[in-house]
């Protein structure tokens, strides 16, 4: 572990980042600007197809939703989404099938607490006393099967199902069973409404009962609108055919905004071939605390987990012990810390600025170079349970800072390590510093603003809150990867553009990535990525600078590059640029660099530099200054002898 003295400059930096950072984000609230646009002469422009499916939804209902045919969303500064919508109503055969189908995997049990509360406040009239619990993820599963054998002739790249089916015998809800495979425990998990994201599909039921979430070990408790009883009611609730398309037609709109969409964050760690994931444990116990870390560490799953993310990177992961010592910095940080009592246990308590200066003056942090991206990962282990506290407000177990590091408290906030496991905690962390953001922050395009609605942290996620959604089926993660897919082609299209033999290549990725095929060996980014760490010939690097005056002195001066990667890689750049300095030195610099560059090779290159000796320019400057006292001594004589 290398030490170094925290400059100043990095303290400043460091103090700006935390003074935009928003207690709803913790990480950075630096995000690219949604709105509806009218693009004249747009960059890329991605064509992405989406079909809403209403199952037992009156066809009064859906003609009065009113959306529009397509929908623009801005992605980058010469990029847009263009979101074209589809209706479909489900044939009455499917409608009694599906419904056949919920029947019959229901289980009828008594009724949960938010249940009852349900009927106590809004339908004391009714006899009802047992609950129907239906498993999501064979729901889910089941409808996807049904609409891509239904509408077949058709390919959608998303689907948007909405279900209306009251039960007069039970009210209906949905969990999801043995999902955490970290820790190898199972937990039923009720209170669904909506879920999606191990395929293309996200389902919402206008007649099923929700529990309230978040709940208080949320970090986010109490920002945002929750899912409850009193924000989301079953379509039966709600009055006139109008409101209830008006109602469905949010639905929609959001889900456009939120998950189809899938805000980032701007300032986010561009793609590269490989990341290279180094987990440092930092151990201030009597030797425990990284046996304890350890036991609910998978790294195959966190693996597995990054792969889903990005299918098209290369993860490399690496786990260290830092022992701590009673003059350690950590030691330091922990003595400043506060602690509280919560459970029956003490708690310590890390401010989170000072845990981010800790680590940015003393320990390696983010770095991108074109071959890898390293993220150091620090996770802290005391004798007593810990997390994160910031401005005195939020509680949280982890966080990505930009360009430093992601820190990891151990146990974490209420426990979140012990439930969910390690690999989730750094997933959902890496997935920040990648840039996406968690999926019940999204925009609203009935309104241009930035809104938060948890009903869309129903997503199978690694960013998601409601970790039961992690991927039920290992796949990868829907939303997350194909959103992250599309930035990392623009990424690698604006590096190959304006080369020549290149053309070809763009025009075939920009063409996938007009119908939103980014994912897949025949995906955009995969031909990009074919090409980008394709063998080229190199050769040295010349730098020559011309200027205007005769005299000229050259020197040489070396520069040595050490690229490591896993197969033969090759650049080339051509720049030319011209400046003036106040010093009155004008420049011309045209550079061609092309070189190869194999695992572990040294690459040395020689730059000739013709540029103008400084006496020459200091003689220029004398002669103007002297100039100037000559003038202004002249003006001087003549104003006395006037007055004479």
Known sequence: MSYSILGIHRVLAILVVASILLPVNVLNNSVLAYAPVNPTTPGAVINTRVLVVY?????????????????????????????????????????????RFIDENSKHMSLAMFMKEYLERYHSEWNITTGCYVRADIMEQYLYDTVTRTYS??????????????QDKCLRTYYIEKYFWEIHSTRNYTGLIAFGGNTPLFFIDFSSIPVTHPDKTQPLYGYGIPVSIDTFHPLWDIGSVEEKAR???????????????????????????????NISIVDYTNGSGYERVMSAFNKTLLEEYLHAL???AKWRINIVRVPGNSSSLFKKLLDNSSRIVEDGKTWIVLDYLSTVLLISGHYPVVTVREDKTTIPVYIFVAGKPLHFEYNRQLNFTGAAVPH?????????????????????????????????????????????????IWLYDYIASPMSYAPTLAGWNRGIFTYDAKSLCRYHALDLIGLLKGRKEYEDVINSAEKLLSMDKCLGNNGALSILVETYIKPQNRTSTTKTITVTETETVTYERNH?????????????????????SVALETETITSTATETILKEETVTTTMVVEKTPSWITYMFGALIVLSIIAIVSAIIVLARRSRE
């Open 55 to 99: 199952a037992g939804i009156n066809e009064s209902i859906v003609d009065s939703i009113n959306l529009e045919p397509s929908y623009l969303f801005k992605l980058t500064n010469n990029s847009i989404l263009n979101v074209y919508l589809e209706e479909e109503i489900l044939p009455k055969r499917l409608y009694e099938n599906l419904t």
């Open 153 to 166: 002739n058709t390919s959608y790249n998303y689907v948007l199902f909405l279900l209306y089916y009251p």
């Open 560 to 580: 040595t590059v050490t690229i490591s990667l896993l197969e033969t890689t090759t650049k080339t750049i051509t720049a030319t640029k011209t400046t003036t």
């Open 247 to 277: 109602v469905i037609r949010k639905y929609i709109l959001d889900y456009l905004g939120f998950l189809v969409l899938r805000r980032l964050f701007s300032d986010r760690i561009p793609w590269t071939p490989e990341y290279y994931v």
């Open 310 to 312: 990005t299918p098209y």
């Open 404 to 452: 430093v590091a992601i820190i990891v408290s151990y146990p974490g906030y209420y426990y979140r390590i012990l439930e969910e496991g390690m690999g989730m905690v750094i997933a959902h962390e890496i997935g920040h510093m990648l840039g996406l953001t968690h999926p019940f922050e999204g925009y609203d395009p009935a309104t241009g603003n930035e809104s938060m």
